[in-house]
């Protein structure tokens, strides 16, 4: 009783202080891309959080694994380093004992990570496309508030709004640019209104304006065309109508209507959720057996061929989900292929570890 409470205790110190670090390194990075893609006019700026907390939501399995595989990992080879396991040998406890709070230490994890899988993650890049198309189907002169400029598709116009009347539906003041690769367009207009065509294009019909055109092509890009040109009425496309109801990802579908299809792409989408959880458990008891072999190799050692495992694992899992996505593989060969294996290496290593010695020492009868 004591040994178990004194290791899931180390489990959980051990899993706390890292799962701190690693979520960190999650949050810096993630927010680097996000502003990295509001900046390219990608997202909506205001959104930044929210998707910061919504791509973090997705990452949280492959946290919790890494989590779990490095609090082990660290556990085993301080307690082989200080000569506790000797320890515990001598008490009559052998390696296998270490199974029963280490599985205790595992569940709470592996049902958190299999409810994100399942139900948080899908939700979060449903409601990650959901926030996207509306960004982009917003009217880009609305973006524009008054008295700034603001970028919109891309980066690609840059719009000035001198004032907006009626909630952005009439404009005065009106200035954009609009950049190709070869080309440059500037529309200068005194006023404009927001209309809408019969077939669903959103236009912005500009009045009392001038259009300066600038052009090169890239073997004499010195050699420019310019045109110049005034209109009374100038229509200026802001969003086209939509030609079809885009199709809604398949890692958005929910665990319910991904049971129900039967497609390749389908299986092989349960196959990385579900995979998504199985190094939870598969890894820490990889990591039993790993630092068992040479306790004089050091934690440098262990971490290194942890990253080199953890990798492999990680390419693999992403390659038989490929092969299933594609139809070339079962379901169960994905399955068996890479977790099945890394389960054999498990059992085949911590059984190799006990044949070599890491067995309960019990003291010799002496004879009188």
């Known amino acids: 009783m004591i040994f178990e409470q004194s290791v899931q205790r180390e489990f959980r110190q051990s899993a706390s202080s890292i799962l701190v670090v690693l979520l960190a390194v999650l949050v810096t990075v993630t927010l680097v891309r996000m502003l990295d893609h509001a900046a390219s006019g990608g997202i909506d700026p205001g959104d930044v959080l929210t998707f910061l907390l919504l791509s973090a939501a997705g990452s949280v399995p492959q946290l919790l694994a890494l989590t779990a595989f ?82 919109s598709a891309g980066g ?13 539906q009439y404009v005065e003041d009106f200035f954009v640019i609009q950049r190709s690769e070869q080309h440059r367009t500037w529309v200068v207009a005194a006023s404009g209104k927001l209309v809408t065509d019969p077939q669903g294009n959103r236009f912005l019909d500009l009045e009392q304006g001038r259009r300066f055109d600038l052009s090169w092509t890239s073997e004499q890009p010195h050699a420019l065309q310019a045109r110049e040109m005034g209109f009374e009425h100038y229509g200026l496309l802001i969003r086209a109508a939509p030609s079809a109801t885009p199709p809604t990802p398949i890692k958005a579908l929910d665990s319910v209507a991904l049971g129900q299809r039967n497609d390749s792409r389908a299986v092989g989408e349960r196959l990385r959720r579900l995979g998504q959880s199985l190094p939870v458990l598969l890894l820490p008891l990889l990591a039993l057996g790993l ?6 190799n050091g934690r440098a050692f262990h971490l290194i061929v942890a990253l080199l495992l953890y990798v492999t694992y990680s390419s693999l899992s992403t390659l038989a989900e490929a092969q299933v996505s594609r139809g070339q593989w079962s379901f169960v060969a994905g399955l068996a292929a890479v977790h099945g294996l890394f389960a054999c290496l498990a059992a085949a290593l911590i059984w190799y570890r006990l044949r070599s010695g890491l067995r309960p020492r019990r003291a010799k009868r002496s004879i009188a």
């Open 70 to 151: 490095l609090a082990v990992l660290l556990t085993m080879t301080r307690a082989f380093r200080d000569q506790e396991m000797a320890v515990w040998f001598s008490a009559g406890l052998s390696l296998l004992d270490w199974l029963r709070p280490l599985g205790r230490f595992l569940m709470p994890l592996v049902a958190v990570s299999l409810a994100f899988a399942w139900g948080v993650a899908p939700w979060s890049v449903a409601e990650s496309e959901r926030l996207q198309a509306q960004y982009s189907a917003r009217d880009e002169s609305l973006q524009a508030a008054a008295g700034r400029f603001r970028e």
């Open 156 to 168: 690609r116009r840059v719009f000035f709004v001198g004032q907006t009347a009626q909630e952005g």
């Open 291 to 296: 630092v068992a072999a040479n306790p004089r």
